[in-house]
């Protein structure tokens, strides 16, 4: 994509009533833009990033059986009523809306009545199962404050997956599964490293559910972390109980600050058996159906991977989520060196590289500050100095320095 | 994908209560689910057949300058208030619900406001023009009647561009070329030969708008068509002075039902007036930008392509929007045939085809009957009776006649 052509412009300042780090920063890099507080607008930039992180996570939840499916926003109250989720005194974050006909309907918070309910069509007897599906759909959550920018947003995109079991064992195997799947997910996401299994609360269902949390200043959770297992509980529910349990020693936790990106429940029969979800046994029997749901919020975690790489400069994108894999900058706009840059920026393509040219034709310290802001992996910049030089001067987002390349070195080692 | 791991069934009748032929007949394939009149889910196969249909149109987006972003639903009232659209009397399909805080806000039927609103921090300079965003976004329509399946939703996808020019010479200019767009698209997804570009009410702003008419029976609209010059006219401007205006002689035209699967409008400056987009000219003026808005719903036109090319059947779906390329039936499940078909199977996959494959051991009545219901375009059987006659016998959906083929010789025509 030639930078000329891109429709948004980058911003020296955040507008001054946004108070979160990542919403700054994507604002000034047009990669988002504010309908109001709790809802943006992905821009071409941020759109490609929360693309490359929903085809991520796609591709594992493809990996361990997953089925892609699209539930409905709109809701019909019957569902809801069936497992007591109806009223605005249960689930506080509701939006609600009327049909013409006047009748009363609700926007999709979350999918376990719709899909529990749709699946009665599907599921009879013990061969059906287990089934897993999941989609990536846009949720909506009528939030008293929204603050966080797009880690908490009233309506925001959810991979939600459910999974429907023949019983506990069957359940357990899978709840192992989509674990290590989760946990190769933020891998790949490029925050592995900061992001811990932890132990919560399991509701009325189970002794615990499990949250993947990210440290992070900006999170809303504090979590016990043992970095040596690499596990954490969460405040909510560390009492010495629970550490006997868990066979944690205290001494070795370390208090954090964590935002929660991801998070894996078991729902044991609550809704299965609420909404009449049951299967025919090898037996012969009827059972109702052994429930989880796993949710991942791709926006969401795109503003923590935000808040937790960005620097001074500007926004820092990991490889593979990146929105170009490059940011190609040219100096100067005389004939000969417009031919050697457009060369090169077809060259790249011809590479399978996803590059920005930036062809504007700025001052030169104005597109080194964009490529800074925008976050871009590798920046690469072509000029009659880097030329005379040998090359092209080269600098990853995250290292200091840059090296002056020849093309041709440059263009083998892709 | 394997049928025994697919979770959908395929059911012999269509619900009761629904009407539309493209709803029964998806619902029976099991491609969709109802939520409630106007609000369908997509099961697998269904979201795979909206995905194909939804790349066909970005493709073609993209290639005529398109940069795809993703609005919200969410809706603050002041831009629509700026354009007078905020009023129920004004605009008769609003969800209005309302934040925590008590305020009310809406959901979008459409995206103008918003956009133009958005584009302000964007578009200073005639240099910034033009631009083309798009997006695929859910959008909400409190619909009275909602019969027509997945023809007419309350909810539904929408791909819609809006362009924003400097003025109506360059305006024009998009509006050429996004018409063969369109008609590109139509053709790429298999009713071309049906579909006509059709002149109606321009509103306010333009003489005419611009529809893309399929002939369909299920259509809400009436054309009057002259298929030499693959033109018509919507019976809403179906006058002398409109006939004359097009050149078009009365005694050609044929009277047709058909349904809008694509819209294309100008809006003039309306909407940038009315929200304050402006640009610095050439010559260092003001000027509201000059906008259109163009229209494609993938639903709807999953369900136009549904009621125009299924049979008595099932479905039918051209080649490239199909949810697979193949449907393989194993016939038997002796060791042998279960090794040679799960053969056949990867072998396929390895060419880069996709199939799904009847693994299920039902009677073959049953594996030939969900193969029609389900329309994918080609049907491989194998069983010891195809064996023994040569190979495998090999349909098309939309011949009456199969044929028997070697095995070397299908794969070696891939």
């Avoid at 013409?100 to 013990?126: K, M, V």
């Avoid at 029997?285 to 795109?302: A, E, H, L």
């Avoid at 040219?357 to 080194?368: A, H, I, Q, S």
């Amino acid at each position: 994509m030639r930078r000329s052509q891109l429709f948004t412009k980058t911003q020296k300042q955040a507008p001054a009533d946004e108070v979160s780090k990542n919403a700054q920063l994507l604002l000034r890099a047009g990669y988002i833009s504010k309908q109001m507080a709790g809802a943006y607008e992905f821009m071409p930039l941020g759109l490609r990033v929360l693309n490359n992180i929903i085809e991520i996570i796609r591709q594992e939840m493809n990996a361990i059986g997953g089925q892609e499916i699209l539930m409905t926003g709109l809701q019909k109250p019957d569902n809801w009523q069936a497992s007591g989720r109806w009223s605005d005194e249960v689930v506080d974050v509701w939006f609600k809306t009327k049909l013409a006909s006047g009748a009363e309907i609700g926007l999709a918070n979350t999918h376990e009545e719709a899909l529990t309910s749709t699946l009665r069509q599907f599921i009879n007897s013990y061969k059906d199962l287990p089934v897993y599906p999941y989609q990536f759909q846009t949720k909506f959550r009528n939030e008293l404050r929204a603050k966080s920018g797009i880690m908490r947003g009233r309506e925001f995109i959810m991979k939600d997956l459910y999974s429907f079991s023949i019983d506990k064992d069957q359940h357990n195997e899978f709840y192992e599964l989509i674990t290590q799947s989760y946990l190769n997910i933020f891998e790949r996401l490029g925050i592995g490293e900061s992001t811990f299994l932890t132990f919560a609360s399991g509701g009325s269902f189970a002794k615990y559910s499990h949250e993947f949390q990210t440290i992070c200043d900006a999170g809303e959770d504090e979590i016990y972390l043992d970095r040596s297992r690499k596990l954490a509980v969460n405040k909510e529910v560390y009492n010495d109980e629970v550490l006997t349990d868990l066979k944690l020693d205290k001494t070795k936790l370390e208090k954090v600050k964590a935002a929660e990106v991801g998070n894996i429940f078991t729902l044991d029969t609550k809704f299965s058996k609420d909404l009449g979800l049951n299967f025919t046994t090898k037996q012969g029997g009827q059972q109702p159906v052994f429930m989880g749901s796993y949710g991942i919020g791709p926006g969401r975690t795109m503003g923590v991977i935000t808040e937790l790489l960005a620097d001074e400069k500007g926004l820092v994108w990991p490889e593979g989520i990146a929105p170009y894999d490059m940011y190609l900058i040219r100096v100067g706009d005389d004939h000969d060196m417009v031919r050697q840059a457009d060369k090169l920026y077809d060259d790249l393509i011809k590479l399978g590289k996803a590059v920005l040219y930036d062809d504007r034709n700025e001052g030169v310290g104005k597109m080194l500050a964009d490529a800074e802001l925008m976050g871009i992996p590798t920046r690469v910049l072509i000029s009659e100095k880097s030329l005379g030089a040998g090359g092209l001067e080269v600098r990853q987002r995250t290292e200091a320095d840059s090296k002056v390349i020849g093309i041709d070195e440059f263009l083998n080692k892709l």
